[in-house]
């Protein structure tokens, strides 16, 4: 099925401009909040939203509505900008630590766990496949292409995600009692 | 099928849906550029070094770090002028 999007994108390949507009503020939320949850950075995750955008004029050409749909391409550009800017980060990080802003985890000093604090808890590696799965309605197969994974792992990781998740928020879960 | 495994999990799929973000209002194309975004990063909020040291339980390291450096400085000049 073809989506709307998809629709704007081969519009977009064929010479209009104005379908570029209309695919940013379907998709723009999306992303960002996929980035957001992922890094909880705003400027960060503004960044890697304009970068994708950018990315996505440049090589516009290279998008295939056979090979999936836009969303899913477009959050593969993203995801891949993402990790290679982490990478980079963490490596200044090393040898330089003073330089860097305070992790938002270092400002939040609340007692009890929120669940933004459970999911940036969780390793990176499941971090995207819960937030990918839950919060964007992606299929398996989306993820791992996303993430350049295989189909196993991705099912995998997300059971392992569930099953973290529930432990941190076990005590919370006690607390409130079940529901 | 897409299987959903939080199907059972009513609680953690309220805890999830709690999770809400606001997405803020900016522009496809980047107004800062490359070396603006340094500055930036340059410019917000980082750790302090030397926090470790001047910061302990009992705030001792506050006397013992100037007595220290007085110490090394007195003993670099006995070195150079004596």
């Known amino acids: 099925m073809i989506e709307r999007e998809d629709e704007l994108m081969i519009a977009y390949q064929n010479g209009d401009a104005a379908a570029l ?11 960002y909040s996929f980035i957001f949850r992922y890094t909880r950075d705003e400027q960060f995750s503004i960044d890697i939203v304009q970068d994708s955008f950018i990315k996505l004029q440049r ?16 959050f593969q550009i993203a995801y891949r900008l993402m990790i290679t800017k982490l990478n980079r980060r963490n490596k200044w990080r090393t040898f330089l630590p003073f330089l860097f802003p305070i992790a938002a985890e270092e400002l939040h000093h609340a007692d009890r766990i929120t669940i933004r604090d459970a999911v940036a808890k969780l390793p990176e590696i499941h971090r995207a496949v819960i937030l990918l799965f839950y919060y964007h309605d992606m299929t398996h197969d989306e993820i791992a292409s996303i993430l350049g994974i295989p189909k196993g792992t991705v099912k995998s990781r997300l059971h392992r995600a569930i099953q973290l998740l529930k432990d941190e928020l076990e005590g919370d879960y006690y607390e409130n009692g079940s529901l | 099928m897409k299987m959903d495994p939080f199907k059972k999990d009513h609680y953690l799929r ?9 997405v803020p209002d900016f522009p496809m194309k980047p107004k800062a550029k490359r070396w603006e975004r340094f500055i930036n990063l340059l410019a917000s909020p980082a750790k302090n070094p030397l926090e470790p040291l001047i910061t302990t339980a009992n705030g001792s390291a506050l006397v013992i770090v100037p007595i220290a450096g007085t110490a090394a400085i007195t003993l670099i000049q006995i070195l150079f002028f004596l």
């Open chain 2, 14 to 22: 309220s805890k999830l849906d709690e999770y809400h973000v606001e």
């Open chain 1, 21 to 31: 507009d209309r695919i940013y503020t379907l998709l723009k939320p999306s992303l």
């Open chain 1, 59 to 74: 090589y516009k050409h290279h998008y295939n509505p056979k090979n999936g749909k836009l969303k899913s391409y477009l």
